[in-house]
Every structure is written in C-alpha cells, then in structure tokens.
C-alpha cells in the first residue's frame, strides 16, 4: 500500500456546513453545564431540598459526562459523524424537555442526566471531526472556533441565567434552549455529512465497566469532596477515589493488551501528546482554582449579588472566546511556542496577583485581573491541544481527543475539591487561632486568608505548567501506511 499522510483532509467535503453544525450544538451543550448555577438557590426553595441535595444538578452533569467520554473512541468506530452528533443532539434535547417541565427534583436530575448524556458524546465528536476534516496547518483556525465555543459559552452561563431568572424563572433556562437544540438537529440533518471511517471495533465489556467505575469513581470523589466540610477525610469520599484509581490502573494495563482497545493509551507514546496532556491538566487545575474561588469570594467577601458577580466575569469570558479564534490563527502561522509560553507567563503573573487580593481590592481590579487570565488560558488551551493532537496518527484521532477531553474533566472535578478544601482549611485554621476581639470582621478576613492561600498553591501550579512550555515543539502530522 502507498504510503500516504495520515492527516489529510477530505478534498470533496464542504467545511462550514459541518462546522456551523457542530458550533450550534456545542454551544448550547456546553452552556448548560453552568447555566444552572445562579439558579441553584430558588431550585432549593421551590423542591424543598438541601445544598448537598441541589449539587447533584451539578457533580451529576460533571460524573456522566466523565464517564461516557472515554466510551466514545469505541462508539465513533461503530456510529458515523451524523449519527454520533445527531444521537448526541437528540439526547441533549431530550433532557432539556424533561427538565423544563419537571414536577419534582428527582425528574429534573433525572433531565440533567440525560442532557450530560448528549453532551459527553457530543464533545469528542467535534474534535474529531475537526481533526478529519482539516489538514494540520488549517487546524489552529479551527481549534479556535471551537474554543469560543468550549470557554465563552460556560462563561455566559451565569450571567445569562441571572438574566432570565430575574425577569422570567428558572423553567425558562430550559425552555430558550429547546428550540435552539432543534434547529441544530435540523440543520445538521441537512447539512452534515459522514467524514469518519467505520472499523467497528470489537465491544470489550469488561473495559468498559473499569473505565465507567475508574472515570466514574475519581471524578464522584473529588466532587463529593468539594460539597462537604469533611472534604477528602470523609470515607465515602477517599474510598470512592481509591476504587476509582485502581480501576483506572487495571483499565490501562487491559488496553495495552487489547489489540483493539477501547481506549488506546498508546497513545501517549507521542511526546508531545503526552506532554501536553500534563500541561493542560495543570492549567485546567489553575484556571479552575479561580474560576470556582473568585465568584464565591467576590459574594462572600465584597458582598456582592451572585448576579452582579456573574456580570463581573463576564468580560473575561468574552475576551477568550474573542482571543480563542484569533489564537488558532496565530498558531497555523507561527506555532506553538510563540503563544504557550507567553501565555504561561501571563497565567503566572495573574495568578501571582491574585494571591495578594483582599476584602478592599477594587472590583475593577478583579474584572481586569480575571480578563488577563482568560485571554492566558486563550493563548495555552487550543494551541497545546491542537499542537498535541497534530502529532498523531489518524488512527489515534479518536482516542486523542477522548483521553484529553476525560483529564480536562477529571483535571475540572479534581481541581474544584482540592482548592475549595485548601481555601477552607486556610479560613478555618485563621479563625481558630485568632481572638475573635481583636478582628472587627474575622470572618472576611478569614476568607481572604483561605483565598489567598488556594491561589499560592494555583501559583506552584502554574509555574510547573511554565516549565513544561519551555519544552513544547512544533509538531508534524507522521505518515502511515
């Protein structure tokens, strides 16, 4: 057989009917997963449950998208392109239906899982897709379009949702999004054509049980961890992250003696893949510390309204996605290094400023030290991604962006409990030794403490991630037989 680039793109495709498709869906998917967030404290009056109940709407989206994740390297080898999104699509409206109209809690969980169902099997899709369809020096651009898409639209969220909860209620999150969701399967059903190859890998149960329970049990763990006061000391917790680990490591010793593994994690014999796998996990980690820490801080301790907070970082939102594309871009013609590591550089300072932040630091100080991160994250996320992904075979698309796509969420669920639980720990061990006489408002400035101490740790983190930068080449796509 001639040899031939692995990476070649179909010549008889058409581009931006697939990509309009997959940008509608996204965008809306992706939106959900903090839409619900400002909404949480009504959802609790009105069902009559409690803050750890509520939390399930949230650590259960986050589980099941975890979860089914790695399982889609395995679908896209029996479904088709059309048939993965549109099956994607129709879950996620489905579970927005369910959940507009829920009488009770149970049913709208029940709704938010489905709609994760569609979302988990929708986000792999679009990388792949992109990967298939575009040759490696167009990429960049592409990768771009999709991080507007992946940063701005979870960016929106809460400030949509305060938006609409404030002149509607909470139904109505649910229900703008339906006919959105409908057009998307429309237009796809149209629009969309098969770009994937069908080589209908052989179904191994067995690794699909230890990815759901290893998947699965670390990222129920680290989200249960970051609701509770007992954080990581309670059993159900580290018990839940052992069995989860151990799984993870039996999963991995199965796919190495699979000959067609559900997940290939030979994959990581890229260099580049591997390193940027390391380096996304630490910046999701980083970015994480602030975007979880930052609004509950400027609730708590500037005592603003969940609403004018949401409205606070909505700036930086709109910056990464503007930058997202303009990034891609810049990397097609200039290459990785040229934007990973002064993006680094910027994660480094910001966050480094945000360790000295306190109960008195203007409001604009924030918006404008949150905006830099965000276009810092612009400048490291899809260049080091595509960068990544480039150096595989094509053979490896479909595990590449499912292994990156499950540490992001795994990187997601680990980062909120371990800087939520640094930040009270910190605030706790403030107010106990400290004469409650002697500080006019012990309980700001024990924030502020805990605050300040979760973003040292994010500042070691974000070093580490610059280290890594330094490392970073630019990589080709290899050839195949």
Not at 246 to 268: G, N, W
Not at 335 to 347: E, K, Q, W
Not at 359 to 373: G, R
Request: proline share 5%.
């Amino acid at each position: 057989m001639t040899a031939r680039p692995n990476a070649q793109a179909p010549v008889d495709v058409k581009r931006a009917p697939i990509m309009i498709s997959l940008i509608i869906g996204a965008f809306f998917a992706i939106l959900n997963e903090t839409l619900l967030n400002v909404a949480l404290t009504d959802l609790m009056a009105e069902f009559g449950v409690t803050h750890s109940t509520i939390q399930w709407l949230s650590t259960g989206f986050m589980l099941v998208v975890g979860i089914l994740i790695p399982i889609t390297a395995l679908l896209s080898g029996w479904f088709t392109t059309r048939q993965m999104f549109l099956g994607a699509m129709i879950l996620f409206t489905i579970g927005t239906i369910i959940s507009g109209f829920a009488p009770n809690f149970s049913t709208l969980l029940v709704g938010r899982l489905v709609q994760a169902s569609g979302t988990g099997l929708l986000l792999p899709v679009m990388m792949n897709t992109i990967l298939i369809i575009f040759p490696p020096e167009k990429r960049g651009a592409a990768m771009g379009m999709m991080g507007l898409v992946i940063m701005f639209a979870p960016a929106l969220g809460p400030t949509l949702s305060g938006l609409i909860i404030e002149a509607l209620n909470w139904r109505w999150l649910f229900f703008i999004v339906i006919p959105f969701a409908v057009f998307s399967i429309v237009f796809a059903m149209i629009f969309l054509k098969n770009v994937s190859e069908l080589t209908k890998p052989k179904v191994d149960v067995l690794s699909i049980l230890l990815s759901t329970v290893g998947f699965g049990g670390i990222v129920y763990g680290f989200s249960s961890a970051g609701e509770g006061d007992a954080g990581l000391t309670n059993p159900e917790v580290y018990i839940t992250i052992i069995v989860g680990f151990i799984s993870l490591i039996l999963f991995v010793l199965r796919q190495l003696k699979l000959k067609e593994p559900m997940l290939d994690v030979r994959a990581f014999k890229s260099p580049m893949f591997a390193l940027t796998t390391v380096l996304l996990i630490i910046v999701m980690m980083s970015m994480f510390s602030t975007m979880i820490i930052l609004p509950m801080f400027l609730q708590s301790g500037l005592l603003l309204s969940a609403y004018v907070a949401g409205l606070a970082l909505l700036p930086g939102g709109i910056l990464n996605g503007f930058m997202s594309p303009i990034a891609g871009k810049l990397f097609d013609k200039f290459g990785p290094r040229a934007l990973i590591i002064p993006g680094s550089v910027l994660l480094v300072i910001v966050i480094w400023q945000f360790t000295t932040v306190t109960t008195t630091t203007s409001l604009t100080t924030f918006i404008v030290l949150h905006s830099l991160l965000m276009i810092a994250v612009s400048l490291i996320m899809m260049p080091g991604q595509t960068n990544g992904l480039n150096e595989l075979p094509r053979r490896y698309y479909p595990h590449g962006t499912a292994i990156l796509n499950t540490l992001q969420q795994v990187a997601g669920a680990i980062g909120i409990a371990f800087f939520i639980s640094i930040m009270s720990n910190s605030s706790i061990r403030y107010i106990e030794n400290t004469d409650p006489s002697t500080v006019a408002n012990i309980q700001a400035e024990a924030m502020t403490v805990g605050v300040q101490g979760a973003f040292k740790v994010a500042l070691a983190f974000a070093i580490i991630g610059f280290i890594l930068t330094l490392f970073i080449k630019r990589t080709k796509a290899p050839i195949e037989e």
